[in-house]
């Protein structure tokens, strides 16, 4: 399984992103997938994740009522809405997958940096 993910960048306090991971993989609609966030100096942190057939979801109290994770298995991807972003938000964004049942997550994207300025 390849995760590519995509749409970090600069953006002002109050603002909104929307990250993409698109994965390469047959049976995408089999996956859980996540969004984590690393900050500098910080562990990695598990942001949001999504069931494989998207009728569960999970948000980090940080974010709730700020972040929208959503799935299109059609498409193999899943998305990140930010909005309300704030310059805590800084941090490189990885997605990740793991198959049913599994306890740890097993692929990583690469990584998309959101810097979010005051």
């Known amino acids: 399984v390849q995760l590519q993910a995509s749409g970090g960048g600069l953006v002002q306090a109050g603002g909104s992103l929307r990250l993409s991971c698109a994965a390469s993989v047959r049976t995408f609609s089999s996956y859980y997938m996540a969004w984590f966030r690393q900050a500098p100096g910080k562990e990695r942190e598990v942001v949001a994740h999504i069931r494989w057939d998207g009728s569960f979801t999970y948000y980090t109290d940080s974010i709730k009522g700020r972040f929208t994770i959503s799935r299109d298995n059609a498409k193999n991807t899943v998305h990140l809405q930010m909005n309300s972003l704030k310059p805590e938000d800084t941090a490189v964004y990885y997605c990740?997958?793991?198959?049913?049942?599994?306890?740890?997550?097993?692929?990583w994207g690469q990584g998309t940096q959101v810097t979010v300025s005051s």
């Open positions: 990740a997958a793991k198959t049913m049942g599994a306890t740890k997550w097993q692929f």
